[in-house]
């Protein structure tokens, strides 16, 4: 039989599986690498475990995961004073291999585009779409994250979505012109 | 929402966020384990492995700090070879570390011993002890590490029993 350490041990390394490849995407956000994302989802850990003492230190709700992992990453961004370089890191992120969406999962060109449309967003609209789609919150719970209401939550999120379809169609239209003229 | 945004919103769902890496989900088992066996985190796992030039640095560092505040504990400044004190190595440890945690509490280690003062008025001494844990990180190193430190404080106060 299982001592409650281990089954602690366990259900916490379980709620990670689970819950890093969101956490981590979010995290990106505001890091300049995978491994910056990944220490600040070590030192997340560390906050979390202590925030859940009066849980019994069961694994936390998502919402509080992200709300520790936006308060260490403005901290973060804040000590590094990246914000007026963030454009150019983007840029950087994709000039490189450093993806925070799995490039492996991806098998057609679409997908790839749409991958790095996502990563050139705005931070205001990428962070809610993040949150919407990978994160699995509800508007109302990223209003509470972001302290902004619920109704700007699913404003940034539409406003996202419709920039990123303009982005895809004239992506497509550039694509399907040069195709026309080289045949 | 029209079709094609819902279309989009689907064909963004297909695309899944990157999970940790091998050494990530390693460093950050490590971490649980550690944190569950109610173990101080300690150092961040990974770490020497990814900066080891910064370890001597930040150890030097952490060394630095805790030695600096020993020597204010036990009333004994830091002096410099030439009699100066190091007023800027006292200060300069603690604006590289974050404070990540911070805990406090006090413990009365023996009962009060009761006592009456020449006046005739009863008085009670005790010993206390306060402990501070704090999770500090070293900013540049990433180096995490739990600090304990007990503070014994001699009470003496009117008392209240009788």
């Known amino acids: 039989m299982k001592s409650r350490k281990e089954s602690l041990g366990e259900a916490w390394k379980d709620w990670l599986d689970e ?3 969101r956490l981590l995407a979010y995290a990106r956000g505001r890091c300049q690498s995978a491994h910056e994302a990944e220490d600040l989802l070590q030192d997340a850990l560390i906050k979390l475990w202590g925030y859940q003492e009066e849980r019994e230190h069961r694994p936390p709700d998502l919402p509080l995961a992200f709300s520790v992992m936006r308060y260490l990453g403005l901290d973060h961004g804040r000590r590094k004073g990246r914000r007026d370089k963030r454009d150019q890191k983007i840029i950087q992120f994709q000039a490189g291999n450093d993806h925070w969406l799995d490039p ?3 098998d057609t060109e679409e997908a790839s585009m749409l991958r790095a449309e996502v990563e050139a967003l705005p931070e205001k609209l990428r962070e809610v779409l993040s949150l919407k789609i990978w994160g699995g919150l509800t508007f109302a719970e990223i209003g509470g994250l972001l302290e902004i209401s619920h109704n700007t939550a699913a404003s940034r999120y539409r406003y996202a979505l419709e920039q ?12 399907h012109e040069s195709v026309t003229k080289r045949s | 929402m029209n079709q094609s945004l819902k279309d989009l919103e689907s064909r963004l769902e297909q695309l899944s966020p990157r999970g940790l890496s091998d050494e990530g989900r390693e460093d950050c088992h490590a971490v649980i384990e550690s944190l569950v066996a109610d173990e101080a985190p300690g150092q961040r796992f990974d770490w020497s492995k990814r900066h080891p030039r910064l370890v001597t640095a930040a150890a030097a560092m952490l060394a630095l700090g805790l030695g600096s505040g020993a020597g204010w504990y036990l009333g004994v400044k830091p002096v410099a070879a030439d009699g100066g004190e190091l007023v800027a190595e ?10 990540l945690d911070r805990k406090a509490w006090l413990i009365t280690e023996d009962g009060p011993d009761l006592y009456v003062t020449e006046s005739g008025e009863v008085r009670e001494i005790f010993r206390e002890v306060e402990v501070t844990k704090e999770v500090v990180k070293h900013l540049e190193s990433g180096i995490v590490v739990v600090v304990e430190t007990k503070e014994h404080h001699l009470v003496n106060s009117e008392s209240s029993e009788f």
């Open chain 1, 19 to 21: 819950s890093a490849p």
């Open chain 1, 104 to 106: 492996t999962l991806e």
């Open chain 1, 164 to 175: 990123l379809q303009k982005k895809l169609k004239h992506l497509k239209e550039n694509e």
């Open chain 2, 90 to 99: 006292v200060a300069g440890p603690e604006a590289d570390f974050d404070q």
